[in-house]
């Protein structure tokens, strides 16, 4: 794209811009990486080093040795993390492209709806949410935590803005050869949206993943817990164990940068519609 | 053979009873009991005198959970959803609202003289006392007391912490120092928390209330802001004293921790943490200086509560029972972030021989309670909303607390 | 007609799942919000309920924290929303460009966003406090130096650009997702048209961008309306100083939580709904799109 010599300066101002914003990204996500091996009177006492003068592993060994349901917690959050996600993909994309393509009556009342719920704070739902898990039996399983979750309102919104760009000519393409809206769905459109659905893995895996308040009020036994809310006790009453809560965020932090890292490949151009054409 | 049948009878029925009996023992009742932790070894501490309990009741077994975060949000959640824990914490501060609600099981029968309930600090118990019954059993206190650096004091020449409140304002300004002469100072004189579950008693110093009769706020008074004018003038006038935020400290104990700051009013279970965390520091502890040549001081307690909606009573009142007795108080104020609301537990340990906790102990004869009605959440955020804002000197104290109340009772007025 | 009806059928069933979950889980507990807003209530107990008609909404009137914290986070949508939009587009075109290394800066930028919030708090107080990194550096330069946490005036800048920087990188993947759906041929056919880099930018890139920015804009007004977090650890929940820092939200949560008093707060939250639904119009009138047709 910018191949001329006279635009050589707008390419190093370009580079000059994204390292520093680089930077400014970057040093938080260190400075917590070093204060997981300090302890907790290094990170009071001072704070602003980043390489620990007393390196100390006992950070981790505390949460992972001492706390025996760690690897509990863990499979909970993941369980629960990849059926939420899976089910998500398939739903909101679904509703999503009804809201987009799809012409039928209340299309357009869905779709504010679909808005109207998103302004409610999630602080009032809370109750309601609770006492319907209740009624329904769920309190204390994976269905409590994953069954209210596996439609997100904001997704349903976001796939439709995906879709109602998604050129025509390929749908009706498909409608000529015989195929349903089901066929085309899964068969053309899906694929085509790599993109967006990458996007979508990112943000509801980590949505799940990182979820207190429901997991909180659904999940009173501690063999339930999912991670946050076990290694939420090293958030003292009095005093908050910073050199644990740093550890503890760091392995937390951990697979939401992998999922990231491995989707990101998919916004890498050149997956478009004519065909890979980059 | 007449005498036979009724013997035979009994027989039959003692059979039958143990039958029962044996039948209950080999199916463990469970219950289950939440609260919060201070730090994760305390957590293990509880958990081992509930074990010791478990293998003194083997058909009894104890379900714990740690709630960090909203505890009573969660709590009243699960309240109103009716699967609430057995037994729960319950700080003195939320009693009067949760009381009145009904929700929590009177325990006066269940209590027997052996229990010896007024072994137990009165103040606290009545904390949770409403028409002369008792709703919780206080498991442990806090109390509020002055903490110098000793280093820092020696560097300022000075051989005796402050005993009034005016001799704390003149260490305070000898402590203040600002070593390099940048014009930043590098150490205050005294740290101050600015929320009223700290400064209760700077109201009452001079004679002032927090509420009146009916629960309404009554802070706004001449006796009232002459208090909490104190804490004012240091730190506007004075400039001697510091929040935690002024210094970069994420709290006040840190602050203190950290020399920031030589002097603050800070709570006991903050002498674990700054052994812990800063083992160079030297401090030392004494009673709060005397206001109007008065002592004062806060209270802090919490009790174990009964869900009234618990269907294993028996088994919950045994495991307060266990918790709440000399021995099991023994066991868990083991720790020192906290003190054991037993008389008798607290003179045995010998905390009020301890220089270092005793000015806590003796803070609970004269302290003011953290509690007031049902009211309270709501003067409280009104509270602190104006006092920080007199505090950095956006209006005088007089028009900040006025401001205050009215909010507050106008609130609790549109609420009634 | 049959066509229509068949077509029909396959939108309800392509939203079946959506309607059942969000029905229960969603709508449900909003209808039982909306005929509580109208009742005194007390849970908690013996369960009473008092059918207390438009009072709830009459107090509103009275209760001048409803308009402060309107005021606050008003302000504080109208600064954030626009900055994050236009920082998240600028990101995302840099990073769609053909540069080197450009995986690696897309990591890099995603980082604030898994990094867990009590974490950013941290940081933030290190960065900010008065011996920070942030007033060391504007010492540095010979800027004046700020309470950046004690000072209320300051303190809403300084949580508006930590939201910033940990929502824009969020939005950053949406736009490079979008961007991924461009047409090549589009450029190309512009190309051999003899258009700037700039004119291609100024009618295809964005006009193709329109959906998605809407989208952005929107969850961007319902995300900062709904702020709360940050004024609740930063005022211990009080919203102080001089209710400098109350938002809807946090005053919602002080009346459903710890004064208990439901039906008001839920009154109070359908007045934030009809705000956020108002905000969303205006602005989808300056997105309109075509009709589906």
């Known amino acids: 794209m910018l191949k001329t010599n006279t635009v050589r ?55 992972f040795a001492q706390e025996p349901l760690f690897g509990r917690w863990l499979f909970n959050s993941a369980i629960v993390a990849i059926f939420v996600t899976l089910f998500n993909l398939l739903f909101n994309s679904m509703a999503g492209y009804a809201l987009a393509r799809i012409q039928f009556p209340g299309n357009r009342l869905f779709f504010f709806l679909v808005l109207a719920v998103l302004v409610v704070p999630a602080q009032i739902t809370l109750l309601p949410k609770f006492l319907i898990l209740k009624f329904l039996g769920w309190l204390n399983s994976y269905q409590g935590l ?29 409608q000529l050869d015989g195929l349903n809206r089901f066929e085309t769905f899964f068969q053309i459109v899906l694929p085509l949206a790599k993109p967006a659905l990458a996007a979508q893995t990112i943000f509801i895996f980590m949505s799940s993943w990182n979820d207190f308040l429901l997991p909180l009020v659904v999940m009173s036994n501690p063999e339930m817990f999912t991670l946050p809310i076990g290694l939420n006790a090293f958030k003292g009453q009095y005093i908050t164990y910073w050199n644990y809560i740093m550890a503890a965020s760091m392995v937390f932090t951990l697979p939401a940068l992998i999922i990231y890292a491995f989707f990101n490949r998919y916004f890498i151009q050149g997956v478009t519609f004519t065909g890979g054409k980059s | 053979m007449r005498k036979l049948i009724p013997s035979a009878i009994t027989i039959s029925l003692l059979f039958f009873t143990v039958g029962c009996r044996s039948d209950s023992n080999s199916k463990p009742v469970e219950i289950t009991l939440s609260g919060w932790q201070s730090n994760p070894n305390e957590g293990k501490l509880l958990d081992q005198v ?367 | 007609m049959k066509q229509k009806s068949r077509e029909a059928l396959s939108g309800y069933a392509f939203m079946t799942p959506a309607i059942v979950i969000l029905g229960v889980f969603l709508a449900l507990p909003v209808i039982y919000a909306i005929v509580l807003s109208f009742y005194r209530v007390q849970l908690l107990g013996e369960v009473d309920f008092r059918f207390a008609g438009l009072r709830n909404f009459i107090r509103i009137q009275d209760d001048e924290r409803v308009w402060i914290a309107l005021a606050n986070t008003i302000q504080y949508v109208a600064i954030v929303v626009p900055i994050q939009t236009i920082l998240a587009l600028v990101l995302a075109l840099l990073l769609n460009a053909k540069i080197r290394g450009r995986s690696w800066f897309r990591v890099a930028f995603f980082l604030p966003t898994v990094t867990s919030s009590a974490v950013l708090t941290l940081i933030f107080m290190w960065i900010y406090n008065s011996n920070g990194l942030l007033n060391n550096f504007l010492d540095a330069v010979g800027l004046p130096t700020y309470n950046w946490l004690g000072d209320p005036q300051v303190a809403l800048k300084g949580i508006m650009l930590m939201n910033i920087w940990a929502t824009a990188p969020l939005f950053m993947v949406i736009y490079l997702a979008a961007l991924q759906d461009i047409p090549e041929s589009l450029y190309e056919a512009a190309s051999i048209d003899g258009a700037t880099t700039w004119e291609k930018f100024w009618c295809i890139t964005l006009p193709f961008l329109k959906p998605v920015t809407f989208f952005v804009i929107t969850i961007g007004i319902i995300g900062t309306f709904q702020l709360f977090d940050q004024s609740y650890i930063f005022s211990n929940g009080s919203g102080g100083p001089d209710n400098a820092t109350l938002t809807i939200v946090l005053l919602i949560y002080q009346y459903a939580f710890n004064r208990l008093d439901m039906g008001y707060a839920l009154a109070l939250t359908l007045i934030l709904a009809l705000v956020i639904m108002l905000a969303t119009l205006i602005q989808r009138y300056f997105f309109r799109e075509e009709s589906l047709d």
């Open chain 1, 9 to 63: 300066w707008w390419i190093w101002l370009m580079y000059g811009g994204l390292i520093i914003y680089a930077i400014v990204t970057f040093i938080p996500f260190l400075w917590a990486l070093s204060a997981s091996f300090k302890p907790l009177s290094e990170i009071s006492a001072s704070g602003g080093n980043f390489i620990p003068q007393e390196f100390t592993l006992e950070n981790y060994k505390a949460i």
């Open chain 1, 146 to 174: 994953v069954v209210p979750t596996v439609v997100n309102a904001t997704f349903i919104f976001m796939m439709r803005q995906f879709f109602v760009n998604f050129p025509k000519e390929l749908e009706e393409a498909a």
């Open chain 2, 50 to 416: 509930i074990r010791e309990f478990e293998t003194k009741n083997l058909n009894i077994k104890v379900k714990r959970e740690v709630i960090n975060s909203q505890y009573m949000d969660v709590i009243r959640t699960r309240l109103i959803g009716e699967v609430a824990p057995d037994v729960f914490y319950l700080e003195a501060f939320e009693a009067p609202a949760l009381i009145k609600s009904g929700v929590l099981e009177p325990l006066n029968s269940y209590i027997k003289p052996e229990f010896k309930l007024n072994d137990f600090e009165s103040s606290l118990l009545n904390a949770f006392k409403r028409n002369n019954s008792v709703y919780g059993i206080p498991k442990d206190f806090s109390t509020l007391a002055l903490f110098y650096n000793q280093t820092a004091l020696k560097s300022a020449g000075i051989a005796q912490p402050p005993k009034t409140w005016d001799e704390l304002r003149q260490t305070a300004k000898k402590l203040t120092i600002d070593e390099n002469k940048d014009g930043k100072i590098d150490q205050y004189g005294m740290g101050i928390v600015s929320e009223l579950p700290r400064q209760t008693f700077m109201i009452k110093a001079f004679g002032g209330k927090l509420v009146d009769q009916t629960d309404y706020a009554a802070f706004d008074s001449p006796e009232g802001l002459q208090g909490l004018q104190l804490v004012i003038e240091q730190y506007r006038r004075d400039r001697t004293a510091a929040q935690a935020t002024d210094v970069g400290a994420n709290s006040n104990s840190e602050a203190f921790g950290q020399g920031r700051v030589a002097m603050t009013l800070d709570g006991n279970w903050a002498i674990p943490y700054l052994k812990e965390t800063f083992p160079n520091l030297k401090f030392q502890t004494t009673e709060v200086p005397k206001i109007n040549d008065r002592q004062g001081t806060m209270i802090y307690t919490v009790a174990y509560v009964m869900n009234r909606q618990s269907k294993q009573k028996a088994a919950a009142w045994k495991l307060i029972e266990f918790l709440t007795s000399e021995s099991g108080m023994k066991a868990w104020a083991k720790q020192g972030v906290t003190l054991p609301s037993r008389r008798s537990v607290l003179a045995e340990m010998k905390y009020d021989r301890n220089p270092i906790y005793s000015p806590f102990v003796a803070g609970a004869k004269y302290g003011t309670l953290w509690q007031a009605g049902e009211t309270l959440p709501t003067i409280v955020t009104s509270f602190d909303n104006q006092f920080v804002s007199a505090m950095l000197g956006q209006q005088p104290l007089p028009e900040a607390m006025k401001r205050a109340q009215n909010t507050a009772n106008r609130e609790i007025y549109l609420s009634k």
